[in-house]
């Protein structure tokens, strides 16, 4: 069974930062492609930065400057840096990891950004 933990959200104030990780448990052995989506009530999911096996990055334009995405391949993590948050970042984050032609999610965690 494979399953994916995300950690690091929470409510911060406009401009601060805050660290996403995405941990993967079980039969993965590498990570072919990894991103971060997020979805605010009423829009559809959207992808917010990812990164393919070979470390080539993409990030969506309204995130372009501020936000950060790596993996750590040993660990089976990816992470999202953001920083700079402004109030319309608020969603739910959640990652996406591929692996071996597979798919997989996890459970998806809350940034609220607020003064």
Known sequence: QVQLVESGGGLVQPGGSLRLSCTA??????INFGGWYRQAPGKQ?????????SGVTNYADFV?????ISRDNARKTVYLQMNS???EDTAVYSCSVVSRGYQYWGQGTQVSVSS
Request: proline share 4%.
């Open 45 to 53: 999911r959207e992808l917010v930065a990812g990164i393919t096996g």
């Open 85 to 87: 948050l402004k109030p």
């Open 25 to 30: 448990s079980g039969s993965i052995f590498s």
């Open 64 to 68: 372009k400057g501020r936000f950060t």
